[in-house]
């Protein structure tokens, strides 16, 4: 079974500051992974996806990710935060064999300092 | 292009009466579609899903229960709603795996927020 990991509850960076969002997996094989992010009482909204290849992935609204086999990880990453930034993100994993239901991390919280 | 509508985005119910959540999707065909909840402050709890007409998986023993009457229609249902049953319901939708979409990404709607009180 895949299990999602996002050891930091809260994360809190100063607006202009960079990011990086942690996320670990655990999978036997090669996971479809996902980062979706959430504002205050709104839906989810995709932010990237990896399935295969280039294991450094870009994403809407500046993120990014990359898949680091080795380390089970799959990290967010943005260069420069927005206060828009503010949200909830979460980090998914989903099988490659055909399963219908991705697992999802607890989520991390960011909050981002003028 | 595909979206996802459900309703309604509100609702507050005195405890033991009935509930009634909708979510519709657009723009594709035999989708497999989800209910999930936030409580405040945690994480997403998969409620049901279903990979076609009348095909409902629950995940969790509840007194909630999901129809899908049509194959584009997925609805959340109590006969009698409980304190605990309050918190953010989200419908969201996925292709079949391996479909031109990329299988198990999963579209969120807007989420309705449910008080019990």
């Known amino acids: 079974a895949q299990s999602v990991t996002q050891p930091d509850i809260h994360i809190t960076v100063s607006e202009g500051a960079s990011l990086e969002l942690r996320c670990n997996y655990s999978?036997?094989?090669?996971?479809?992974l996902f980062w979706y992010v959430q504002s205050p009482g709104q839906g989810l909204q995709l932010l990237l996806k990896?399935?295969?290849?280039?294991?450094l992935v870009q994403g809407i609204k500046g993120f990014e990710a990359e898949f680091k086999r080795s380390q089970s990880s799959f990290n967010l990453r943005k260069p420069s935060v927005h206060w828009s930034d503010a949200a909830e993100y979460f980090c998914?994993?989903?099988?490659?064999?055909?399963?219908?239901?991705?697992?999802f991390g607890r989520g991390t919280s960011l909050i981002v300092h003028p | 292009s595909q979206t996802i509508h459900q309703w309604p985005a509100t609702l507050v119910q005195p405890v033991g009466s009935p509930l009634s959540l909708e979510c519709t999707v657009e723009?594709?065909?035999?989708?497999?579609l989800y209910w999930y909840r936030q409580a405040a402050g945690r994480g997403l709890q998969l409620l049901f899903y279903?990979?076609?007409?009348?095909?409902i998986s629950s995940e969790v023993p509840q007194n909630l229960s999901a129809s899908r009457p049509q194959d584009r229609q997925f609805i959340l249902s109590s006969k009698k709603l409980l304190l605990s049953d309050s918190g953010f319901y989200l419908c969201?939708?996925?292709?079949?795996?391996?479909?031109?979409?990329?299988?198990?990404?999963?579209?969120f709607g807007e989420g309705s927020w449910l008080t019990v009180v």
């Open positions: 998914a994993v989903g099988a490659s064999g055909g399963s219908y239901i991705p697992t």
């Open positions: 723009g594709t065909s035999n989708p497999n």
């Open positions: 990896y399935f295969s290849g280039d294991t």
């Open positions: 969201a939708w996925s292709s079949q795996p391996g479909g031109l979409l990329g299988g198990n990404t999963i579209y």
């Open positions: 999978y036997g094989a090669t996971p479809y």
């Open positions: 279903s990979v076609g007409i009348g095909q």
